[in-house]
């Protein structure tokens, strides 16, 4: 544990959030989203010794988990919420889609609640810190817990209106976030591997093996790596740049969440597109924003400025990794 987290221990009531309770269907929605895939799962195992997986499952979900882990880490997370860079209309579009088929939300919604972690960040106001019930086994116990999913189910929401006024500007995001149509984006999640899985076996069985293992299984992993990133990556970790929050690297987490998981310079600089910004730090976002640039679909990116990664150093280190 780290000396002085006590102090972010202390409950009190959360500011900032709307006034008027989360409808119900949205507190089903987030029933269903998260606690299905782990339902899914847990039903795989039986169905597995049953049917078995093919290589045409391992393919599928090979296949469509980077195009959802890059809508949350370089839609949900760089562009929407941090403005690391701009974008072309249909590439905004693209990402708010690929992430809201990762089942976390609406991009609005998503963008609210991580903007307003980032301006409390293990203080009071925090929607999912780890540090919420206090140090020590118990309390770091459930704080693991909330911060990893807890937090989900609470019964009031972030105001959309105080920390995402932008996107609520943007019509096409709006859309994007209407009910019905979020449904659907959802709904495509589990359709679109169905659909791949009938068509590469020309069976009822590849259609459903797919459905489960590249489908409910890939949302199961994608969403528990990103929740990783609000728990363990709070609490466990090295700390190389300064920061008022409990933010860290967990370097094992880098691959899985393409980057994220290098997140203490992220809360030092958290308009930055690249995380990983140390020599040997994968961060395949960076890479794929890099990519997007050069091809000339993004521009404006904010990349790592050496003087002001030296400034929030803890202590000297090798020349930041080169954009």
Same mark, same amino acid.
């Given at each position: 544990?780290?000396?002085?987290?006590?102090?972010?221990?202390?409950?009190?009531?959360?500011?900032?959030?709307?006034?008027?309770?989360?409808?119900?269907?949205?507190?089903?929605?987030?029933? /269903?989203?998260?606690?299905?895939?782990?339902?899914?799962?847990?039903?795989?195992?039986?169905?597995?010794?049953?049917?078995?997986?093919?290589?045409?499952? /391992?393919?599928?979900?090979? #296949?469509?988990?980077?195009?959802?882990?890059?809508?949350?880490?370089?839609?949900?997370?760089?562009?929407?919420?941090?403005?690391?860079?701009?974008?072309?209309?249909?590439?905004?579009?693209?990402?708010? /889609?690929?992430?809201?088929?990762?089942?976390?939300?609406?991009?609005?919604?998503? /963008?609210?609640?991580? *903007?307003? %972690?980032?301006?409390?960040?293990?203080?009071?106001?925090?929607?999912?810190?780890?540090?919420?019930?206090?140090?020590?086994?118990?309390?770091?116990?459930?704080?693991?817990?909330?911060?990893?999913?807890?937090?989900?189910?609470?019964?009031?929401?972030?105001?959309?209106?105080?920390?995402?006024?932008?996107?609520?500007?943007?019509?096409?995001?709006?859309?994007?976030?209407?009910?019905?149509?979020?449904?659907?984006?959802?709904?495509?999640?589990?359709?679109?591997?169905?659909?791949?899985?009938?068509?590469?076996?020309?069976?009822? %069985?590849?259609?459903?093996?797919?459905?489960?293992?590249?489908?409910?299984?890939?949302?199961?992993?994608?969403?528990?790596?990103?929740?990783?990133?609000?728990?363990?990556? %709070?609490?466990?970790?090295?700390?190389?740049?300064?920061?008022?929050?409990?933010?860290?690297?967990?370097?094992?987490?880098?691959?899985?969440? #393409?980057?994220?998981?290098? %997140?203490?310079?992220?809360?030092?600089?958290?308009?930055?597109?690249?995380?990983?910004?140390?020599?040997?730090?994968?961060?395949?976002?960076?890479?794929?924003?890099?990519?997007?640039?050069?091809?000339?679909?993004?521009?404006?990116?904010?990349?790592?400025?050496?003087? *002001?990664?030296?400034?929030?150093?803890?202590?000297?280190?090798?020349?930041?990794?080169?954009?």
């Amino acid at each position: 544990m780290t000396a002085g987290v006590a102090d972010v221990g202390r409950r009190a009531p959360l500011p900032d959030i709307a006034p008027k309770p989360v409808p119900m269907i949205e507190r089903i929605s987030v029933v /269903v989203f998260v606690v299905a895939p782990i339902v899914g799962v847990a039903a795989a195992v039986p169905f597995f010794w049953g049917w078995g997986i093919g290589w045409t499952d /391992v393919a599928i979900f090979a #296949f469509l988990y980077p195009f959802n882990a890059l809508g949350i880490t370089v839609g949900y997370h760089r562009y929407f919420t941090h403005q690391g860079f701009k974008a072309k209309r249909w590439l905004k579009i693209a990402l708010a /889609v690929l992430g809201g088929q990762a089942w976390q939300g609406s991009v609005i919604f998503w /963008v609210s609640d991580h *903007r307003r %972690h980032h301006k409390y960040s293990d203080r009071d106001g925090d929607p999912h810190s780890p540090w919420a019930f206090g140090p020590g086994v118990w309390g770091l116990t459930k704080g693991l817990f909330h911060a990893h999913m807890g937090w989900l189910f609470r019964k009031t929401r972030t105001s959309r209106t105080k920390y995402a006024p932008d996107l609520l500007k943007d019509p096409d995001l709006r859309f994007l976030g209407r009910n019905d149509v979020y449904v659907l984006i959802a709904a495509s999640t589990l359709l679109v591997p169905m659909g791949l899985g009938a068509l590469l076996t020309w069976s009822w %069985h590849g259609a459903v093996t797919a459905l489960f293992w590249a489908g409910i299984l890939r949302v199961f992993a994608g969403d528990h790596v990103t929740f990783s990133i609000n728990s363990i990556c %709070h609490v466990f970790g090295k700390k190389p740049f300064k920061t008022r929050d409990e933010s860290r690297n967990v370097w094992w987490l880098a691959i899985p969440s #393409f980057g994220e998981s290098w %997140h203490n310079l992220h809360h030092a600089d958290p308009t930055c597109a690249r995380h990983g910004v140390l020599k040997g730090q994968v961060d395949i976002s960076a890479r794929t924003i890099w990519l997007f640039e050069k091809l000339g679909w993004v521009w404006d990116v904010r990349w790592p400025d050496a003087d *002001r990664l030296a400034a929030r150093r803890n202590q000297p280190d090798p020349e930041p990794a080169a954009a």
